[in-house]
């Protein structure tokens, strides 16, 4: 089920929302959480219920690893260790993530270099599979360390499933949310965090289906649909694709955020304008928050512990190694692969220019130069392949096909002294598509993030009519229900 679809909106949410607080009303409150995680399996049945059995597998082993765990550590005689389960709980886990989603990449790798033919397995990707599984093994390894105890299994359960960041995040932490369902407050309706979670729930659906799905026409035409592409058109195609996974991806957490709210339950951030960014250490720092923070916490904090002396070199090395598996998380492809070798290659120049050549840039040089180098290497993150990378990449660099529309070629005819040709410019969305990159370039550079207008928000005309404008024009708009990009990974 989509958050961008009627069924979620007019039928599913109305409904569990209802019957969720007129439980906990008549003090049923084992039931009322017993609710809330069937309608999450609902809620994830619904995109293929072949899925079910893998998370509900997925979530009882977890549950058993970790009440192990527990139990084990408070016997002084034990036949086997909790380091011991720690490891299998581990090897779960990764294994799981790795047949589903790396397998044929593996398979075919193998087949290329040792010039066998294993079959592909043809595995569909497990809907949130990434998701739910880092959650689950932040969960172990913070039970490992003594930092978390979770005993009621229908608590557990609850953490993984909760439906509004089941599928695509935020990827949240047990110690964030679970202690949220205990609050007696918590229990009853707030009018004040409904107003504002149906609030940011509707700027989020007019980033989708307003914004990121138009984008997503620009995109398909460059990407897919084109065989050679001109210089124009090019930056159209790498533009708009940078502007729809950014509101693609951000729209799903703002909505997860809004319809989390309605529960009373808070969700971290995820985005705080990236798109703004002056250097790739302060990108990532604004990109995808809760993956970045699981990457430092659980990959980059023990790669740089395992190092009998930590320096400057050690640590820009295990930089690259957790961008590597970055880009790996994001997609088993080598495109996705190269794409984390960059960014960790641009954290680690960044890191380099603070502490050696210490020039500050100006705030408009350093954002130009790092929204630039983002832009060129999103073209990887979106291509299927190499060739399809180069296609987009190298029409980007090549300003001597055609770079204004052929009714303009008489005015600008003296550049063809240095070597500039003009052509026919119809395709790739023409004029519509630059009217809407400048609301792209508007909406990421000249408002208030929707975070921020969350902090800010009361309930007035100007925020009533913002919502009801955003909701209604999506609403209308919603004649097809796209995936989020993100569903992918």
Known sequence: MLFNSYIFILIFLPIVFSI????????????????????SLFFYSWWNINYLPLILSSVLFNYSMSRSMLFYGEKEKRSISKKQLFIIGLIFNIGLLFYFKYM??????????????????????????????LQQIAFLIDNYEGLVKERNFLDYTLFVTFFPQLIAG????????????????????????????????????????????????????????????????????SLSYTFQLYFDFSAYSDMAIGVALLFNIRLPQNFNSPLRATGMIDYWKRWHITLTNFI???????????FRRVTFHKAMFATIIVFLISGMWHGAGWTFIFWGLLHGISVVINHYWQKKIKIKLHWFVAGFITFNFVNFGNVLFRAKNFDDAYKVLSSMVDVHITVLPAQLEQSFHFLSAYGYRFGEWNHIGGVYAIIWLMIGFALTFGFKNSMQQLKEFKLNYKTLSLA???FVISILSMDKVTEFIYFNF
């Open 20 to 39: 969720y607080f007129y439980l906990n009303k008549k003090k049923f409150l084992i039931l009322s959480k017993g609710w809330l995680i069937l309608s």
């Open 468 to 470: 009801g404008f955003a």
């Open 104 to 133: 044929d990449f593996f398979i075919t790798n193998v087949n290329y270099l040792s010039g066998a033919s294993l079959s592909l397995l043809h595995l569909a990707l497990p809907l949130g599979i990434s998701f739910f599984t």
């Open 296 to 306: 430092t916490s659980y990959i980059y904090t023990p790669i740089v512990r395992s």
């Open 170 to 237: 935020p990827i949240v932490h047990h110690k964030e949310v679970m202690p949220q369902f205990s609050i007696i407050r918590n229990k009853v309706i707030n009018y004040k965090n409904v107003t504002a979670g149906l609030f940011l729930f509707s700027i989020g659906l007019f980033k989708k289906v307003i914004v990121a799905d138009t984008f997503a026409t620009f995109v398909k035409d460059g990407f897919d649909l084109s065989t050679q592409l001109n210089f124009v058109e090019a930056w159209v195609s």
